[in-house]
């Protein structure tokens, strides 16, 4: 009961004279032998140097980190006044964008825990990737409450933490329980990460041939030996760790909707928003790990292991999440008509056809139109042009929070209360190097970390599944080795 | 850990090298069936049946479950101490207690002591981190993360004879037998 492995052993107690009629899928290609893998995986990062177009990348990605690095520090000496917040677009950039990367971060968890669960086992190939993706991309979210509050160096006040002031924060809050979400979240998926890549850096460890690789990969390994007895509890822990992750990533981008739903604005006082963004979520996410694995799996030879059947599948996640976020969109519209409140009815038209109808109908385009295009299979096997539609898609994400938040803040109750936003260049500057942070953590973690779960492919190998035929202890009448009883 | 040592072995045990699970599955059933029961395998990748053949027990789960059950009372006794207590604020006229509100911290806090339980509790338990192991010291030993299982009788158990040890792990198809110094 564990790593990506199947009901039939889990079930072998009882069911063991069923035999092995199923045939287990053929979930990796090339050779499929043990040591084949780990070589294959441990590769990438014992290679002495990586490919010239990782040295490109991360020379582009590390620039814009640095620059922001310099918009940050330029924001807080100066004020969010750098920023193109003002009166009565409060919320700009900032929201827009940590919304932006908090869901770009769901599909790791969701590939890591929920698939998991449903004993999806080509997940295994691309779930280590994913859940990088996923811290990474909450490092570059959380970034957004932190420097967004003004004075940063009473970041402080968001926690409920003992202070001169005898001052706590409010429970009622959705803006609390953002921070306990988001917290949350991002302490369970470095837990999650860390806690599969154990094995996998003993692996690294015991393959080293410098002294400084092995004691570093083996400081972080925790000296692992793979014994039964830890692979046992490892394993549970990891089942336990799924099933805890799954309700928290819905949980995570309800409470991020409630930050918007539980306030009185036209446009964000719906009961729809938790499943919309939480589908939002994923879509964006898959688009995203799409959009990063498909050039790295060509730059690293990976293409055994992350094969064109994990793309294809990922792919008709993207297509079925694609599909409800435009039937979200439709029955929004179809409730600020049928709900008869004019605030709402007016707000749903200035989407469409006010001053941001552009951004509107680009969100419409990308999100809604571009990913029905994976109807075709050919374009949903072919790499570049997935890449394509998925890229498409994060932009459409990314206007489809731009649209929530800025349409229904730019056009209040009162006339008299309406204007238009527009960003700095400061604004655009941070965003793209966010970008830039992400990028660099994940070119670092594909050359230095092992980017394929190696312990967990294995288990999917057809090598690994001789023993379905054993059983337990107490079922021994079945034992494949008949010499062995009469010991 | 001394006192077996000191009658038993000058070992710490004896490692059995396989190349093929179904050989340390055999080894691991005839290892019971012989009444040895300090012993332990090494795998590259989780076996499922291995641990129960072995005879283990997994508290992972109990410890999570009370993980989960402090992080529950904390959560919500954080929210109660501060709203209703400490730092009463009307807000919008809602009551000091409002649960309702406190279920999504209580939530988190839940999940985040359950997840810590789960992860702590499982190095915890297995006795990690360990820097050195008498395992270690079998230079083959390097390909269990690989492609190899381990299998080791260890010499303080009580049906351990360095001669007899040996003779049994040698008839079982494995690739190697070696001696583990401690």
């Known amino acids: ?487 | 850990m001394s006192s077996p040592q000191a009658n038993a072995a000058p070992i710490y045990g004896y490692l059995a090298e396989f190349d093929d699970k179904d050989a340390l599955f055999a080894c691991a059933k005839a290892a019971r069936a012989r009444g040895l029961t300090e012993i332990e395998a090494y795998t590259p990748t989780p076996l499922h049946g291995l641990p129960e053949i072995l005879g283990y027990k997994n508290y992972v789960p109990h410890m999570v479950f009370m993980g989960g059950l402090i992080g529950v009372l904390t959560g919500f006794g954080l929210c109660y101490w501060v709203s209703v207590l400490e730092y009463p604020l009307n807000i919008g006229g809602k009551p000091f207690n409002s649960w309702q509100a406190f279920v999504v911290p209580t939530f988190e806090t839940m999940i985040l002591f359950a997840s810590l339980t789960a992860v702590f509790g499982m190095i915890i338990l297995n006795g990690l981190p360990q820097p050195y192991h008498p395992v270690f010291n079998v230079e083959k030993f390097a390909r269990c993360s690989s492609d190899r299982f381990f299998f080791i009788v260890l010499s303080r158990d009580p049906k351990f004879d360095l001669n007899e040890t040996r003779r049994f792990l040698a008839e079982q198809k494995a690739l190697s037998v070696d001696e583990v110094p401690h």
């Open chain 1, 1 to 487: 009961m564990g790593s990506a492995h199947g009901p039939i052993s889990v079930g072998s107690a009882g069911t063991q004279s069923r035999g092995e009629v199923w045939t287990r899928p053929v979930l990796v290609d090339g050779d499929q032998s043990l040591g084949a893998v780990t070589r294959r995986v441990c590769d990438v990062v014992e290679a002495p140097k990586p490919p010239r177009a990782w040295y490109i990348a991360i020379t582009i990605s590390a620039s814009l980190t640095l620059m922001l690095f310099g918009m940050v520090v330029y924001l807080i000496a100066t004020g969010v006044g750098v920023w193109g917040n003002t009166n009565p677009v409060f919320w700009g950039w900032d929201i827009v964008n940590f919304v932006f990367w908090v869901g770009i971060a769901h599909a790791g968890t969701l590939i890591s825990a929920i698939l998991f669960l449903l004993r999806q086992k080509w997940r295994t190939s691309v779930n280590r990737a994913a859940e990088a993706m996923t811290l990474f991309a909450v490092c570059c979210a959380g970034m957004y409450p932190a420097i967004h509050v003004g004075r940063i160096w009473v970041a402080y006040w968001l926690f409920p933490l003992p202070n001169q002031m005898q001052m706590w924060p409010n429970f009622r809050s959705p803006l609390l329980w953002d921070v306990f979400a988001v917290s949350t979240y991002a302490t369970v998926s470095l837990l999650f990460w860390y806690m599969g890549l154990v094995p996998d850096l003993a692996t690294l460890r015991d393959r080293a041939v410098t002294p400084l690789r092995r004691r570093l990969y083996g400081f972080f390994a925790l000296g692992w030996r793979g014994s039964a007895r830890h692979w046992q509890r490892f394993e549970r822990a990891y089942l336990i760790l799924a099933a805890l992750a799954t309700p928290l990533v819905l949980s995570v981008h309800s409470v991020v909707s409630f930050d918007f739903a539980v306030s009185q604005v036209p446009g964000w006082h719906t009961t729809i928003f938790p499943p919309y963004f939480v589908a939002g979520a994923i879509f964006s996410g898959f688009a995203m790990v799409v959009t990063i694995m498909v050039p790295a799996r060509e730059l690293f030879g990976l293409r055994d292991l992350v094969t064109m059947k994990h793309l294809e599948n990922m792919n008709k996640v993207i297509l079925a999440t694609g599909s409800m976020v435009g039937l979200a969109y439709a029955t929004e519209f179809f409730i600020a008509w049928y709900g008869g409140n004019a605030f709402e009815r007016f707000t749903f038209l200035n989407r469409a056809l006010g001053p941001y109808a552009w951004a509107y109908w680009i969100m419409i385009f990308c999100n809604v139109v571009a990913p029905q295009f994976f109807w075709s299979k050919s374009i949903r096997t072919n790499p570049w042009l997935m890449v394509g539609v998925c890229i498409l898609v994060n932009v459409g994400m990314w206007f489809e929070r731009f649209v929530i938040v800025v349409t229904s803040l730019s056009r209040d109750y009162l006339p008299s209360a309406w204007g238009y936003f527009k960003p700095t260049p400061i604004d655009i500057c941070t965003f793209i190097g966010t970008l830039g942070l992400f990028f660099t953590l994940f070119l670092l973690f594909c050359r230095y970390l092992p980017m394929v779960a190696i312990a967990e492919v294995k288990t999917v190998l057809p090598d690994a599944h001789a023993h379905d035929e054993h059983g337990h202890a107490g079922g021994a009448a079945h034992g494949r080795s008949p010499e062995v009883q009469h010991v």
